[in-house]
């Protein structure tokens, strides 16, 4: 008995030494940081993470310690070193593995960034502005925001529940955008609006981090623990790639991925289009719920009008990116609610780095969140939490501005559909301002936030109601 006693007070002292003389037990943080991770493991599942960070980066400043192997940063030459020294900056940690698709590795969870970059070039031309802005792309998500206005119309005085059609309207828009002319219209058809029900309204954060966390154990989880299915998504992308008879749009991404030059399998290019499919939704539709939701506050009513105003009074045939206010709104949106607004977590590589001053060595995680970066320094962005478009309009400062913008991250790993996203904002926005004013709805309850679920995991029941007036 006494040896045991021993040997805990030994490995204990040995645990706390570890955690003293580590390099990162220098990096300011809440002094348990240094010896677990289970403070940081626990916002993780109790969906806080992301506050939890901003909290502690507003206490102890652009360097904070989250556990004895992991550090978070908000500087600019943080985000450099991290996501594109080299190009694509450094590894993504194994957390990426839960995105696979189908049990594929796709492009997003791809770790190492040589492979990673291999994939891409594959999607480069396909999602590049030239590519997106052709008549086809273009002639689906018009057709779409039609579709959209349309309902809204229909509603009179009632109010809309805009977080469900703009999911809608997001998962037709890149439906289209991958397998045209057999893409989604979950606007109108039912059997369409169960798929975009299924990939939305879901809970799997927590389960997700049960297998991330416990991957020896997961084989061995009840069928409860494991991440909702969802098996008419799959079989609806199954039946799209597998589809033999001609047809396919020439813009359309399933037609370069099923090209023999690709070397992708049909599988891995379900894989792909299914990755591709989630992550639209969400950096289109919750970006524009999140977007309205502030235009249409009382005390935004100013910025709406100045939009209007812009959009009525533009030429026909003004380029949608020639819009500067419309394009001020948008930035400021993803600014203030960056669609994904997670911690984005990479392996610091062999030998270790210094970052910000402070030396971490390599397999520590590193990482830097966008609501945070875009509220962490008020010299650029002042009065960080409040939605104000006109900043953008401010020729002085704008390129420090730029800069610190991270909702769509840096680097070679940055987001793929960028281009493809911001159109479709682009476009639904002229059409919805240019015809509606829209307010909050009066049975609208609470009040629109950023969780910390990961891609589109969002609780049942998660609404927005507007009141749409024409003018």
Known sequence: MLSLWIGA??????????????????????????FTSFWIKYQEFTANRRESIHSLHKTYGPVVRLGPNEVS???????????????????????????????????????????????????????????????????????????????CAAAGKKSVDVYVLLHCYAVDCVT??????????????????????????HQSLQKSLLEYYL???????????????????????????NQTAPGLESFTLLEKLKRKETGLQLLQAAAECKDHMAAGIDTTGDGLCFLMWELSQP?????????????????????LDSLVYLEAVI???LRCSPPIPMSLPRYVPEGGRTIDGYFIPGHSIVSCQPYTVHRAHESVFPEPDRFYPDRWLDEEGAAERNRHFFAFAVGG????????????????????????????????????????????????GQTCKLIFTSV
Not at 220 to 228: C, V
Not at 229 to 236: H, V
Request: some cysteine; charged content about 20%.
């Open 73 to 151: 940063f908000t500087s600019l030459d943080a985000i450099k070193e991290i996501y594109a020294s080299g190009g694509s900056g450094y590894d993504k940690t194994e957390f990426y593995s839960l995105f696979k698709q189908f049990k594929i590795t796709t492009m997003f969870s791809t770790l190492p960034r040589d492979e990673h970059s291999k994939r891409k070039r594959i999607f480069a031309e396909r999602y590049a502005m030239t590519n997106v802005m052709k008549a086809g792309p273009l002639a689906a998500i018009n057709g779409r925001a039609a579709a959209f206005v349309s309902q």
């Open 413 to 460: 790993r940055g987001c793929t559909g960028k281009n493809l996203a911001l159109t479709e904002m682009r476009i639904l926005l002229k059409e919805v301002y240019s015809r509606f004013q829209t307010t909050v709805a009066p049975d609208m309850e609470g009040s629109m936030k950023l969780d910390d679920q990961i891609i589109s995991a969002r609780p049942e």
């Open 176 to 201: 289209h955008f991958m397998f045209s002319p057999g893409g989604l219209k979950s606007l109108n058809i039912s059997e369409d609006f169960e798929i975009m029900q299924e990939l939305t309204y």
């Open 215 to 241: 991957p020896s154990l997961s084989p061995y989880f009840p069928n409860f623990l494991h991440p909702r299915s969802a098996p008419k998504t799959n079989q609806y992308v199954l039946d799209m790639v």
């Open 299 to 319: 005390h935004n009513l100013i910025f709406q009008q100045r939009l209007r105003h812009e959009l009525i009074s533009a030429s026909p045939d003004a380029p």
């Open 9 to 34: 007070i030994l490995l204990l002292g040995y645990f706390v030494a570890c955690g003293f003389t580590s390099p990162i037990s220098k990096v300011p943080g809440p002094w348990y940081t240094r």
């Open 331 to 333: 930035k400021e949106a």
